[in-house]
């Protein structure tokens, strides 16, 4: 594994300027738990890799009364781990899912996020809370909604010079609940077969608001948006959430890998759509 | 492709300061083994897979394979042979050998690594909890029951006396 350039910008001026020079001959450095495997097996060959780790507060995070707004390079275990992160059960479970123990030590949110692979897991449950993305770039600084940020497997809304910063994600609103369950086949060291998200508004016994997001069954972290809407008004219980979990599975477009056949992954979206409503529901304070 | 720029990296490994001139390009791994010679951590499937290069990085497990070295900078990273004590195993060290829950020896260190950043964060994690935590490391020998044993040992206190606190 060989680059001919390293640099560590500090700060986000210093990043953009490296990235415009540089182009599509530098890679960002975050956790580098996919970037560096990728460059050993030279799928990536980049000239230069510029570390995002000396610009200061991308490791943190920022509560305020809307929500809280993560950094880039937040840990995914510290994520997961995090009890002042409690008002978002999804994401902390969508991202404690990752991978092994060792490798969410490393692993950061806004890599994750990059990376753009549609089994990225930690996505999808910052999807579960209609995440914005906050990007940064030699023309300033600009917001994406997460739904929005990927454009194919490995392809983001990331034009030339920019990165992303952090993630907003609004508080929910009182009376949601929301879930993130991961079906694979040697648990979470593997790569998901089905990844699925719900979050559900209940007003007077009925779902008044629903996200349902999936991982690994299109070429890209997706919302099943004809499953939202079905579900708004029904009462969640066993019935509604079996239904849905049918409109799911027709929404889904999974392709075969050798990690599970379409069929079978429509098969198991259709059953961790249900679980997941359920589980939202019965989350709901 | 010219030849890349060295870099001054500190280090503390196992409590001894160091500061190293190397390329960018290595990994912790190849630092640890090829710089220092501290060659208890192993190189396995060398992209993160199964785990035999676990290192603990400000107490944290990490796989060295994958971490890139300025990354370590100004870490304190502890290394299998870092456990021992005044001349005496660490109580995981000595239950590993107990149990019998080494065979071809080669995941032992970073097993031993794992257990301890998991017990070092909750000395009463329950089992499920340790099987969670080592999820990324491998025993090709398959002796994951051996290992299970001799880490439940240390939690549950029976090498308190002899090898102190873990």
């Given amino acids: ?285 | 492709m010219s030849e890349i720029e060295k870099i001054r990296v500190e280090l503390t490994v196992n409590g001894k300061h160091h500061v190293l001139y190397v390329s960018p390009c290595k990994t912790l791994l190849e630092v640890l083994r090829e710089d220092l010679n501290l060659i208890g951590t192993k190189r396995g499937c060398d992209d993160s897979n199964c785990g035999v290069c676990t290192v603990l990085v400000n107490g944290q497990a990490i796989k060295s394979c994958t971490m890139l070295i300025p990354l370590a900078n100004g870490c304190d990273i502890t290394t299998i042979e870092g456990l021992e004590r005044e001349g005496g195993l660490h109580p995981l060290q000595q239950a590993f050998i107990d149990r019998f829950a080494v065979q071809c020896g080669y995941c032992t260190p970073a097993m031993i690594l794992t257990a301890k950043a998991i017990l070092d964060e909750n000395p009463n994690a329950s089992e499920e909890e340790i099987r969670d935590g080592l999820h990324g490391n491998l025993c090709r020998c398959t002796g994951y029951t051996k290992i299970m044993e001799a880490i439940l040992d240390v939690r549950d206190g029976k090498y308190k006396e002899s090898c102190g606190e873990v």
């Fill in chain 1, 1 to 285: 594994m060989r680059f001919e350039k390293y640099f560590e910008p500090a700060s986000i001026k210093e990043c953009c300027e490296l990235l415009v020079e540089y182009g599509k001959d530098a890679k960002l450095l975050a956790g580098g738990t996919d970037l560096v495997p990728k460059m050993k097996a030279e799928v990536l060959a980049p000239k230069a890799v510029i570390s995002l780790h000396k610009i200061p507060g991308l490791e943190t995070y920022k509560l305020c009364d809307k929500g809280v707004t993560i950094g880039a390079l937040m840990p995914l275990r510290k994520l997961s781990l995090c009890e002042d992160l409690n008002k978002w059960p999804a994401l902390k479970a969508a991202a404690g899912h990752v991978s092994s123990m060792q490798i969410r030590n490393q692993a950061t949110l806004g890599g994750n996020a990059c990376n753009a692979s549609p089994s990225a897991d930690a996505v999808e449950g910052l999807m579960v809370y209609d995440a914005i993305v906050n990007i940064a770039g030699p023309n300033g600084d600009r917001e994406v909604e997460i739904a929005d940020f990927f454009k194919g497997p490995g392809k983001t809304d990331l034009k030339e010079g920019e990165f992303v910063v952090s993630f907003f994600v609004p508080a929910p609103e009182e009376g949601t609940g929301a879930a993130y369950r991961k079906f694979a086949i040697r648990g979470d060291t593997d790569i998901s077969i089905v990844g699925a998200g719900a979050r559900l508004l209940l007003k007077d016994g009925k779902i008044a608001d629903a996200r349902i997001t999936l991982a690994s069954v299109a070429p890209t972290p997706m919302r099943a948006v004809k499953t939202e809407e079905f579900l708004i008004g029904k009462t969640p219980d066993e019935e509604t959430a079996k239904a849905a979990g049918k409109i799911a599975r027709d929404e889904a477009k999974p392709i075969s890998d050798p990690r599970a056949s379409a069929w079978y992954r429509k098969d198991i979206v259709e059953v961790e759509v249900y679980h997941a409503i359920l589980d939202a529901a019965a989350a709901v304070k």
